[in-house]
């Protein structure tokens, strides 16, 4: 099937650029394929079409044109990379006589399509109602489950509109209590990691840039079986995922993979899934995973950095661990900084290398110390608590080079 965008930017610009091709790969998760692409400098928004009424007939032209040249593959829709009102929806498809979506309803799409827990379906299921709502235009709109109503004073079409809003908000106030009691008890889970000792590390980063991928190859190291759905698509994971790292030599840590970030994500689902990314406000260190063979990587490195200040979580170290180096060809123009890190995490020694990467940032702030370890204090646990530089054995014991966790320090100081 294929698509003519609609999009809102400075012909030629970065932004406009990255804009269209991350909305070519949306509408290719839910089978569209880009025919053409038609935008606008705008700086204000036209209340009717969005868009300038002039553009709006250049596109219609276009459409026309080329679904007479192209009968047997013809344009299906015309995708609005912006979110449309529901009046907006309802004029530019009477003037191009076309199937309009627009941005947020593709990215709905894909969440209901990815949503495998009950949770991630609750937060989908209220993000669609409350788009639905807000979408509501004539009787011709309403909610499939209006029925007749009394009222004298206001025309048939506004009376089924107050009642399909009236009906859907009813139904949002119940699915929320039924996610709020799932809520609840992985508030319980999350307060039990909050209240113990083990460090704990936040993968963010924008979609299909490798946070699932990282997560798998630290957990297989950890000779787990849990590994996490790790698919190269947009939004395929919806829902955080928790995992205690425990590989010998290193401390142990919980790591968390959360939903993928992206530009302009809807209202809806900002509101929907927070509670999802409450996890990254709890975290001691958050890693943010960049593909490093993406144009427009900067732009996205951006887009993460405002959701995580829209989260309040700006205040938490973050380190980078650029991703996919391999598909550069070996070849890149980037030295990393004290914070970064250049792997291939289809490369065993560059996942060793990024969870020493990892444990070495959480643990920079803990007290290092030269201090002999009796044989009789049982060195694994120590070393699943604290991080172990160095150690050589010795008549009473190990002599270890150490950074203690605070957190156990009364454990393993002199006194104790």
């Known amino acids: 099937m294929k698509a003519l965008v609609l999009s809102r930017g400075k012909t030629n610009s970065i932004e406009l650029n990255h804009d269209q091709s991350e909305f070519s790969l949306l509408l290719k998760e839910i089978g569209y394929e880009v025919a053409a692409y038609f935008s606008q400098d705008i700086e204000n928004i036209d209340k009717n079409t969005y868009l300038g009424s002039g553009k709006i007939v ?35 498809s009477a003037i191009t006589k076309a199937e309009i979506i627009d941005r947020t309803f593709v990215i709905l ?3 209901e399509k990815n949503a495998k ?28 489950q209006v029925t007749s109503g009394s009222g004298h004073n206001k025309g048939k079409g506004e009376k089924q ?12 106030l119940q699915k929320k209590k039924e996610l709020e009691a799932i809520k609840l008890s992985r508030r319980n889970m999350r307060n039990k990691r909050i209240n113990s000792p083990t460090p704990k ?30 698919k190269n698509a947009l939004f395929a994971t919806l829902e955080t995922s928790t995992r205690n790292i425990s590989v010998f030599g290193y ?31 709890e975290a001691d260190l958050l890693v943010q995973v960049v593909d490093l ?13 405002g959701i995580i200040k829209d989260l309040e979580a700006d205040n938490i170290p973050m380190v980078n661990i650029y991703n996919k180096y391999d598909l550069l060809g070996g070849f890149a123009n980037f030295i990393p900084q004290e914070n970064e890190l250049l792997v291939s995490l289809l490369d065993e020694e560059d996942v060793l290398d990024a969870l020493k990467f990892i444990v070495s940032h959480f643990s920079k702030n803990w ?22 530089i160095k150690k050589t054995e010795k008549e009473d014991g190990y002599l270890c080079e150490v950074f203690l966790n605070p957190a156990y320090l009364y454990k393993y100081t002199s006194g104790n």
């Open 161 to 172: 509109i107050e009642l399909s809003k009236r009906q859907i908000s009813k139904a949002v």
């Open 367 to 388: 007290i290092r110390e030269e201090m002999l370890l009796p044989y009789s204090i049982d060195f694994v646990t120590f070393s699943k608590e604290n991080y172990v």
């Open 201 to 230: 590390v936040c993968i963010v980063g924008y979609t299909n840039a490798g946070k699932s991928t990282l997560m798998n190859r630290l957990v297989k190291l950890s000779k787990e079986d849990k590994t996490v759905l790790e």
């Open 251 to 281: 401390p142990s840590f919980f790591l968390t993979d959360t939903v993928g970030f992206i530009s302009h994500l809807p209202v809806y689902l900002v509101d929907a899934f927070r509670s999802t990314l409450e996890e990254i406000k």
């Open 109 to 111: 799409n894909i969440f």
């Open 117 to 144: 827990t009950k949770e991630a379906k609750l937060q989908v299921e209220i993000a669609r109602l409350e788009y639905l709502k807000n979408h509501l235009v004539d009787e011709k709109a309403s909610y499939s």
């Open 58 to 92: 250049e596109v219609v032209s276009f459409y026309h044109q080329y679904n007479e040249e192209n009968q047997d593959s013809p344009i299906d829709i015309i995708a609005c990379n912006f979110e449309l009102t529901g009046l907006q929806k309802k004029a530019i």
């Open 293 to 305: 063979s993406d144009p427009f990587k900067e732009e996205e490195i951006e887009t993460t950095k």
